[in-house]
């Protein structure tokens, strides 16, 4: 492993230095003799007699402009635009120069037109902020879905769950012809919606959610917006799709999308109903809590209700959808309606009913002060959902500085589980009846009371219930209570309840300098309410409710605080200071003993921004926080949060002090032939909460506990780089994070822990535009774990996709992976390979498919985890083989 990562971190430096070595940078202003920065100047460098362009590029809106070039010796760089006389310079290009800076000023011109020059249109054209990106020119016959068109786009990739990005930045939302109705939920849109009637993508950057905060905040995010053509406009269009297993049984999926995009109003329709392991919402969470670190008027974002208990589990390093036995049914229904050009009116409707099933085998060794055990679990796990979400936004421009934004949510879910779990031989049956109620209510207002200067004013208010009933049929804890001997089950009812009331003033002032000054005084008051009783039956008869196992707590913080930040801009460098003070008044009620604390912190943090030239840009920042604990951080008694899982908090209030330092390093921009961008973090937690377990083999019991002194170290390394002579673009990513932390096992002294994970892979993806393309990659991840003993083990995954356009109505797709389990002596090596077969009966109307899934059948596979207290092996079950008649009719 180390050798491989050697060799890894080697060819690694070898590109940088082929690339900085090999490559020479000419750049530069072009303005007119009026000091007007000029924009799409055509700028040629040519060898000497002209016969040959070398490089070639055009200025941006702000008038600069970048070539690259491997060559050496003499040359010609000219530049030329419509109106204004061309110029001509002669240079030289050597190795041991790597960056020449040519400004020039153009003279304007007039003459006699003689002819009309019709150009082609630019695949990419840069206006500004905004990047537009022609649809047409990356659209393929098999593009089912938005996501699989953005997956062409240079610079934005899609990960495997859905996630999109531009660079390494994960996107704010996709809109839709300006529109957005789904935020950080955007999976449910580019899951499902076809791409044939865009015309453009349009990748925004510097963007701001508030349009009045445009230019004014210091903004680094991202959005996507999808155009539409103009005959898709304000008329109904959509897709119709029907798959129905041909071989397996009782497979199926259909889905619906339709959308109108009128002058007033706007609606999209959506539905998917399937039970091929698909899943088409992503995240649900993003839908319900959009939640944006940092964002203006984002006050209550990251207020969510603590569940005791979860019987929802991961499928590892593993494709989701491998493991997903799924029956599931969605319908959203979405609308905007303009009654007025001051007056926009957002509906939301989500429905989502799902039952999913899951099946795992597990071999757990326990290794700990001298304690040696081994447990075996056989789950068979049903969770059964339901949610209905809406969401109201309205928002009224009283004028073109003024604008009021209102968003109601209501959510209601209901959820059921269930396991069937035979642990080391004794049948058990777990049930867990929850439900979760939301609303939620914020009204913000935008005052921009002149051309530099917004005022913000936010309300928000949040009601959060989530009841939970839980039961298990057997008894593993009679050496936790000898003198009951008749008890044969267990339940756990809780009830976890949140309240939310916050109001924030922020006040943003761009100095004419550049410079910009921001204040924030609030108020957020959260009260926590945490109920559990746990109780031991004979049958349907409670024989016993442990006093140490009952919680009534009730938590409240009242957080007053001011935020001040200034960013000092000193022409490519800017400096960010920032300083909070917070005046907490908490106030915790445990089983009717009161206490309460009135402690005052401040957070400071300070950072640059250096953009060194065109394609190096640096960044740094330090901080120092203080944060406070929260409710599952403070309750006094054992909750059960498992079979055989007690857990409770401190008992009392506490403050955590942190440190942190992050630097990120870019080496070109993310739309160039190359780029790569380096990120390194080191936080220090002064104090942290960790635990004081005792682990027997039938029960573990862990109390929280606060230490001193835990470091996390991390480093990541993406590299992208365009072939231009194979038409392919090949990504590297290395990663490497250290942790170290300290706990108590089984009354031992403190155990020191250090956890070590490295991950390195590279993909490559072809762009031809023929018949034939590919797309393959590998990724390794080790993991170790190093305390009283040591442990590591190595995963590697592979995969080869290929694609075959023949003509406009016939293609095929196929897919394959492969995966391998390190520290597994049998069964470690998985391959898979899925088909996708379409031809068009009628353009653009109905095509007709055959899908497979699994073609090898793979019907289960194991793999292998460490921790700090032993490993453990686990088996899944895998979706059978399947493969599916399909049938897309687009309307």
């Given at each position: 492993?180390k050798?491989?990562?050697k060799?890894s971190f080697?060819l690694?430096?070898?590109?940088?230095n082929?690339?900085?070595?090999?490559q020479?940078v000419?750049?530069?202003?072009?303005?007119?003799?009026?000091?007007?920065k000029?924009?799409?100047?055509?700028?040629l460098?040519?060898?000497l007699?002209k016969t040959r362009?070398?490089a070639?590029?055009?200025s941006?809106?702000?008038?600069?402009?970048?070539?690259?070039?491997?060559?050496?010796?003499?040359f010609i760089?000219?530049?030329s635009a419509?109106?204004y006389?061309k110029?001509?310079?002669?240079?030289?290009?050597t190795?041991e120069i790597k960056?020449?800076?040519?400004?020039v000023?153009?003279e304007?011109?007039?003459f006699e037109?003689?002819?009309?020059?019709?150009?082609a249109e630019?695949?990419?054209k840069?206006?500004?902020?905004?990047?537009e990106?022609k649809?047409?020119?990356?659209?393929?016959?098999n593009?089912a879905t938005?996501?699989?068109?953005?997956?062409?786009i240079?610079?934005?990739?899609?990960d495997?769950?859905?996630?999109?990005k531009v660079?390494?930045q994960?996107?704010e939302k996709?809109?839709?012809?300006g529109d957005?109705?789904f935020?950080?939920g955007?999976?449910?849109?580019?899951?499902?919606?076809?791409p044939?009637?865009?015309?453009k993508i349009?990748?925004?950057?510097?963007y701001s959610?508030?349009r009045?905060?445009?230019?004014?905040e210091?903004?680094?995010?991202v959005?996507l917006n999808?155009?539409l053509?103009?005959?898709?406009k304000?008329?109904w269009?959509?897709?119709?799709?029907?798959?129905?297993?041909?071989?397996?049984?009782?497979?199926?999926?259909?889905k619906?999308?339709?959308m109108?995009f009128?002058?007033?109003?706007?609606?999209?329709?959506?539905s998917n109903?399937?039970?091929?392991?698909?899943?088409?919402t992503?995240?649900i969470?993003?839908?319900?809590?959009?939640f944006?670190?940092?964002e203006?008027?984002?006050?209550?974002?990251?207020?969510q209700?603590?569940?005791?208990?979860?019987?929802?589990?991961g499928q590892g390093?593993?494709k989701?959808s491998?493991t997903n036995f799924?029956n599931?049914?969605?319908?959203?229904?979405?609308?905007i309606?303009?009654?007025?050009k001051?007056?926009?009116i957002k509906?939301?409707?989500?429905?989502n009913?799902d039952?999913n099933?899951?099946?795992?085998?597990?071999t757990?060794n326990f290794?700990?002060?001298?304690?040696n055990?081994?447990n075996s679990?056989?789950?068979?796990?049903?969770?059964t959902?339901r949610?209905?979400f809406g969401k109201?936004?309205?928002?009224?421009?009283?004028s073109?500085t003024?604008?009021?934004?209102a968003?109601t949510?209501?959510?209601?879910g209901?959820?059921?589980?269930?396991?069937?779990?035979?642990?080391?031989?004794?049948?058990?049956?777990?049930?867990?009846?929850?439900?979760?109620?939301l609303f939620d209510q914020k009204?913000n207002?935008t005052?921009?009371?002149?051309?530099?200067?917004?005022?913000?004013?936010?309300?928000?208010?949040?009601?959060e219930?989530?009841?939970q009933?839980?039961?298990?049929?057997?008894?593993?804890?009679?050496?936790?209570?000898?003198?009951l001997?008749?008890?044969?089950?267990?339940?756990?009812?809780?009830?976890?309840?949140l309240l939310?009331?916050g109001?924030?003033?922020h006040l943003?002032?761009?100095?004419?300098?550049?410079?910009?000054?921001?204040?924030?005084i609030?108020n957020?008051f959260?009260r926590?309410?945490?109920?559990?009783?746990?109780?031991?039956?004979?049958?349907?008869?409670?024989?016993?409710n442990?006093?140490d196992?009952?919680?009534?707590?009730?938590?409240?913080?009242n957080?007053l605080y001011?935020?001040?930040?200034?960013?000092l801009?000193?022409?490519k460098f800017k400096?960010?200071g920032n300083?909070?003070?917070?005046q907490?008044?908490?106030h915790?009620?445990?089983?009717e003993i009161?206490e309460?604390q009135?402690p005052?912190?401040?957070?400071?943090?300070?950072?640059f921004?250096?953009k060194?030239?065109y394609?190096?840009k640096l960044t740094?920042?330090?901080?120092?926080?203080?944060?406070?604990a929260?409710?599952?951080?403070?309750?006094q008694?054992?909750?059960?949060?498992?079979?055989?899982?007690?857990?409770?908090?401190?008992?009392?209030f506490?403050?955590?002090d942190?440190s942190?330092?992050?630097v990120?390093?870019q080496?070109g921009?993310w739309s160039d032939?190359?780029?790569?961008?380096?990120f390194?973090?080191?936080n220090?937690?002064?104090?942290f909460?960790s635990?004081?377990?005792?682990?027997?083999?039938?029960?573990?019991q862990?109390?929280?506990?606060?230490?001193?002194?835990?470091?996390f170290?991390?480093?990541?390394?993406?590299?992208?780089n365009y072939?231009?002579?194979i038409s392919?673009?090949?990504?590297l990513n290395?990663g490497?994070s250290k942790?170290?932390?300290?706990?108590i096992?089984?009354?031992?002294n403190?155990?020191?822990?250090?956890s070590?994970?490295?991950?390195?892979?590279?993909?490559?993806?072809?762009?031809?535009?023929?018949?034939?393309?590919?797309?393959f990659?590998t990724?390794?991840?080790t993991?170790?774990i190093?305390?009283?003993f040591?442990?590591?083990?190595t995963?590697?995954?592979?995969?080869?996709d290929?694609?075959?356009?023949?003509?406009?109505?016939?293609d095929?797709?196929?897919?394959?992976e492969?995966?391998?389990f390190?520290?597994l002596q049998?069964?470690?090596t998985?391959y898979?390979?899925d088909?996708?077969?379409r031809?068009?009966?009628?353009?653009n109307?109905m095509?007709?498919g055959?899908v497979?899934?699994?073609?090898t059948?793979?019907?289960?596979?194991?793999n292998?985890?460490?921790s700090?207290?032993?490993?453990?092996?686990?088996?899944y079950r895998?979706l059978?083989?399947?493969?599916?008649?399909?049938?897309?009719?687009?309307?």
């Open positions: 492993m050798i491989q990562l060799i080697f690694l430096l070898i590109l940088f082929l690339k900085i070595l090999g020479s000419i750049n530069g202003t072009v303005k007119s003799t009026k000091n007007q000029l924009n799409n100047v055509n700028i460098l040519s060898n007699t362009v070398v070639y590029n055009f941006d809106d702000k008038g600069n402009y970048i070539l690259e070039t491997n060559k050496t010796g003499n760089l000219s530049f419509l109106g006389k110029v001509e310079t002669p240079i030289t290009i190795k960056i020449i800076t040519k400004n000023t153009l304007e011109e007039t037109l003689t002819e009309v020059i019709i150009e630019k695949t990419i840069i206006k500004k902020d905004t990047i990106v649809v047409n020119k990356f659209l393929k016959p593009d938005v996501e699989d068109l953005l997956k062409k240079p610079g934005v990739t899609v495997i769950e859905g996630t999109i660079g390494n994960e996107i996709l809109m839709v012809d957005d109705f935020e950080r955007y999976k449910i849109l580019s899951k499902n919606m076809p044939d009637q865009l015309e349009q990748i925004l950057q510097k959610n508030n009045l905060l445009k230019d004014i210091e903004s680094d995010k959005a999808l155009v053509k103009e005959d898709a304000r008329q269009f959509g897709n119709f799709s029907v798959n129905y297993g041909i071989i397996s049984e009782n497979r199926y999926e259909l619906t999308y339709a109108n009128g002058k007033k109003n706007k609606y999209i329709l959506l109903f399937n039970n091929l392991g698909y899943d088409a992503g995240d969470n993003h839908l319900i809590r959009p944006r670190f940092g203006p008027a984002s006050i209550g974002d990251n207020q209700v603590n569940s005791m208990l979860n019987l929802r589990f390093n593993f989701k491998r799924n599931t049914e969605l319908v959203s229904l979405n609308a309606f303009n009654p007025t001051k007056l926009k509906t939301l409707g989500f429905f009913w039952e099933d899951f099946f795992k085998n597990s757990q290794t700990a002060k001298n304690t055990f081994t679990e056989d789950y068979t796990i049903r969770n959902k949610i209905a109201l936004d309205v928002t009224c421009n009283f073109s003024q604008m009021l934004e968003t949510k209501y959510n209601n209901d959820f059921f589980d269930s396991t069937n779990l035979l642990f080391n031989g004794n049948s058990t049956i777990e049930s867990l009846k929850h439900q979760n109620t009204i207002y005052n921009k009371f002149t051309n530099k200067k917004v005022f913000l004013l936010t309300g928000r208010f949040i009601d219930k989530a009841p009933s839980y039961r298990i049929n057997q008894f593993f804890y009679a050496d936790l209570f000898p003198n001997t008749n008890v044969d089950n267990v339940q756990q009812q809780s009830e976890d309840q939310f009331v109001v924030n003033a943003f002032d761009r100095k004419e300098n550049d410079n910009l000054f921001e204040l924030q609030g957020e959260r926590d309410k945490l109920i559990s009783e746990f109780s031991l039956l004979d049958d349907e008869s409670v024989l016993d442990p006093v196992y009952q919680n009534n707590t009730t938590y409240s913080v957080d001011i935020k001040t930040k200034y960013l801009a000193l022409n400096l960010v300083l909070e003070v917070h907490l008044f908490n915790l009620k445990t089983n009161a309460n009135n005052l912190f401040f957070n400071p943090s300070l950072g921004d250096w060194i030239n394609i190096n740094a920042s330090y901080s120092h926080n203080t944060s406070n929260g409710i599952l951080d403070v309750y008694n054992f909750t059960l949060t498992g079979f055989r899982n007690f857990s409770k908090g401190t008992g009392t506490n403050q955590l942190a942190s330092f992050t990120n390093y080496l921009n032939r190359f780029f790569a961008n380096t390194f973090i080191y220090k937690n002064h104090d909460f635990t004081n377990s005792i682990i027997n083999q039938n029960y573990s862990s109390e929280k506990i606060l230490i001193k002194d835990r470091e170290v991390s480093v990541n390394t993406n590299i992208d072939f231009k002579f392919s673009n090949l990504k290395l490497y942790s170290q932390f300290k706990n096992i089984n009354s031992s403190l155990r020191n822990i250090t070590l994970n490295y991950n390195y892979g590279f993909e490559l993806r072809s762009g031809f535009s023929g018949v034939f393309n590919y797309h990659g990724k390794w991840i993991s170790e190093k305390t009283t040591n442990n590591s083990f995963d590697n995954n592979s995969f080869l290929l694609s075959f356009i023949f003509n406009d109505n016939f095929i797709e196929l897919k394959s492969r995966y391998y390190g520290n049998n069964d470690n998985y898979f390979v088909l996708d077969i031809y068009k009966l009628f353009k109307k095509t007709l055959i497979g899934k699994n073609l059948n793979t019907e289960k596979f194991r292998f985890s460490i700090d207290i032993g490993s453990s092996n686990v088996e895998l059978p083989r399947f493969v599916l008649l399909k049938l897309d009719y687009r309307f």
